[in-house]
């Protein structure tokens, strides 16, 4: 890749181009939460074009949601091969999406906030924990979440149950722990592609989720 490898002085502070198709072929999500430098070179018109002509050349392309502000890896031209990759990822998508609805409702519900979760947020861990133990209804949501196959917790306590969920999510990349000495996540841009995926299958297949995250004050989530 070094043939694209980014060697304008003007713009030496952007992430080596070469680094981000990388990044990009390795399915990570590109937000200025999670990597700044590489959001600013795909902000860039000259940059991402040099990263979409190398991606084209192997049937990629540079893909975005939340208006432009988060950038992943997609398919050029859709061939047999590449409907059954992006169906096994979809449905491993919608095998999730009840977990990580529920956890959100319950994030939201347990900060007070009039909105859910959207890249750049923070999620102070400690504050949360003492919200949920202090609230039955909380405690029985955690417990609930933490025992799906997503996160797989078989313990009974509140410390163990929340910490696995958040391990969990830090490993999937909805969140992100800029200082590991600080027990705070900011949630990442693919939170706001999910919010993108649950808006999609809502409107094609039926599923009301709208309605559901209704009753738990989501309806801005969708």
Excluded: H
Aim: aromatic share 8%.
């Amino acid at each position: 890749m070094s043939e694209v490898m980014n060697n304008n002085p003007g713009e030496s502070a952007l992430v080596g181009t070469g680094v981000l198709i990388e990044q990009l072929l390795k399915g990570e999500f590109i937000c200025r939460t999670t990597n700044e430098d590489g959001w600013r070179a795909l902000k860039n018109a000259a940059s991402r074009e040099r990263v979409e002509t190398y991606l084209n050349q192997i049937n990629r392309t540079v893909a975005s949601a939340a208006e432009g502000d988060v950038f992943f890896c997609g398919y050029l031209q859709l061939g047999e091969a590449e409907r059954k990759v992006i169906s096994s990822q979809f449905k491993d998508i919608c095998q999730a999406l009840i977990p990580l609805v529920e956890w959100l409702v319950l994030v939201q519900e347990a900060s007070g906030q009039d909105a859910p979760l959207t890249e750049g947020a923070a999620v102070r861990l400690t504050e949360l924990q003492t919200r949920i133990e202090d609230t039955p209804a909380f405690r029985e949501q955690l417990a609930k979440l933490s025992q799906y196959r997503l996160f797989g917790s078989t313990s009974s306590n509140v410390d163990a149950q929340i910490k696995l969920v958040f391990k969990r999510l830090l490993e999937l990349g909805y969140l992100t722990r800029p200082n590991l000495e600080k027990q705070i996540y900011i949630a990442t841009g693919k939170l706001d592609y999910l919010y993108e995926v649950i808006r999609f299958i809502d409107e094609t297949e039926g599923l009301s989720l709208e309605a559901q995250a209704e009753t738990a004050t989501q309806r801005d989530l969708l």
